[in-house]
């Protein structure tokens, strides 16, 4: 429309119309909850909006830096009650996810979780675009006993070491 002011009589020159995209769904943080196992983490993501686990679960991918990928478990994250945090209201459903392999990943492997493009909103028609990792980070590798060290109480090195190098505790 050429209206600009009505009550002063002014016009555009020309017809103007605007257009705009809202806000697509994107993955803002993450952080590791905890490690089950040196090669099973427990990783946690939050959404700029909500989105549904299966939208979730077609646009995440775990893989290594050979491009082989892992199946993984997604939940819906809740507060915790021992934290004082009141359980979440319809609002933040959908925003926090745990994330998981669903068995134990390989041992000093780096390994990526992804973003793909096409992540659907509850809300809305606009689709996340990013294609991106979103954590990438090397699983520990497997235990070895390397041996004992500590001092006696006159402050001497005592040492039950298994391979060199040794290490100079003084």
């Known amino acids: 429309?050429?209206?600009f002011d009505k009550t002063r009589g002014e016009l555009l020159a020309q017809d103007l119309t605007s257009t705009f995209t809202t806000s697509r769904p994107r993955v803002t943080e993450?952080?590791?909850k905890e490690w089950?196992?040196?090669g099973t983490p427990l990783i946690a993501i939050a959404i700029n909006q909500r989105v549904t686990e299966q939208s979730l679960k077609d646009h995440l991918v775990l893989e290594d830096a050979s491009k082989k990928s892992y199946e993984f478990t997604i939940a819906e994250m809740t507060p915790a009650p021992e934290n004082g945090?009141?359980?979440?209201?319809?609002?933040e459903k959908g925003l926090r996810w745990?994330?998981?392999p669903k068995?134990?990943?390989?041992?000093d492997s780096t390994i990526?979780?992804?973003?793909t493009p096409g992540l659907s909103p509850l809300v809305g028609t606009q689709s996340g675009i990013e294609d991106r990792p979103v954590v990438s980070f090397h699983t520990f590798p497997a235990f070895s006993f390397l041996g004992i060290a500590c001092r006696d109480t006159k402050g001497a090195s005592i040492e039950f070491l298994t391979t060199p190098p040794y290490r100079d505790w003084e």
């Open 103 to 107: 068995a134990e990943l390989p041992l």
């Open 30 to 32: 993450s952080w590791f």
């Open 112 to 115: 990526a979780l992804k973003i």
């Open 1 to 3: 429309p050429k209206t």
């Open 85 to 91: 945090t009141q359980p979440a209201d319809e609002s």
């Open 98 to 100: 745990l994330i998981a």
């Open 36 to 38: 089950s196992s040196p």
